[in-house]
C-alpha cells in the first residue's frame, strides 16, 4: 500500500510592526522567490498574494517537513533576500509568529479566489479584523494582547 496525503494550509503572516514594506510594483519579485523556497522543500505553492504589510500563501507542504521549521526557512530566507534586493528599503523583517489553517483540497478553489482579491479584500476590511475572523473560524481562542 502507498502512503497518500494533502496537507493543505493557509498561512498568513506580516510584517514587522505592520510596516507597510512590500510595495506592490516589486511584490511578484517576492513571490517568485517564495515559490523556489517552497519548490526547494519539496512543497508546492498553489498561490500567495498580500498587501503592503502582510501575505497569504496555500501550500502543500510535503509531511517530511515540520510547518514550523518551513515557516522559518520562509521568513528567513525572504527576510534576506528582500534587505538585499534593494526593491523593499522600508522592510525590517517579519513579525514574530504566523497564523496557519489547515483546510480541505474541496476548499483550496475558494481560498485560492480569496487570496488572489487581497488588494480589493482590504478596500474594506483591516488586516487585524481579517485576521480576528480567520482566527475565529479556525476555532483558535484570540490573545487580545496582539490586537490593538
Not at 506592490?24 to 517576492?30: D, I, P, R, T, V
Not at 496557519?100 to 480569496?114: H, K, N, P, V, W
Amino acid at each position: 500500500m502507498s502512503s497518500y496525503r494533502q496537507l493543505l494550509y493557509h498561512i498568513v503572516f506580516r510584517t514587522k510592526d505592520s510596516l507597510p514594506a512590500i510595495k506592490q510594483e516589486n511584490a511578484g519579485q517576492l513571490y517568485s522567490y517564495i515559490i523556489g523556497i517552497t519548490r526547494n522543500k519539496n512543497s508546492h505553492l498553489y498561490r500567495i498574494n498580500g498587501t503592503e504589510d502582510h501575505l497569504h500563501l496555500l501550500t502543500d507542504i510535503h509531511p517530511s517537513i515540520a510547518l514550523a521549521d518551513f515557516m522559518r526557512e520562509v521568513k528567513v530566507a525572504s527576510s534576506v533576500w528582500m534587505k538585499n534586493s534593494g526593491f523593499f528599503p522600508s522592510f525590517n523583517g517579519w513579525a514574530d509568529g504566523y497564523g496557519a489553517f489547515t483546510c480541505s483540497y474541496i476548499d483550496a478553489g475558494r481560498l485560492i479566489e480569496y487570496i488572489k482579491s487581497q488588494q480589493e479584500h482590504h478596500r474594506k476590511v483591516i488586516f487585524e479584523e481579517e485576521y480576528r475572523k480567520l482566527l475565529l473560524e479556525s476555532g483558535v481562542k484570540v490573545d487580545d494582547r496582539y490586537f490593538p
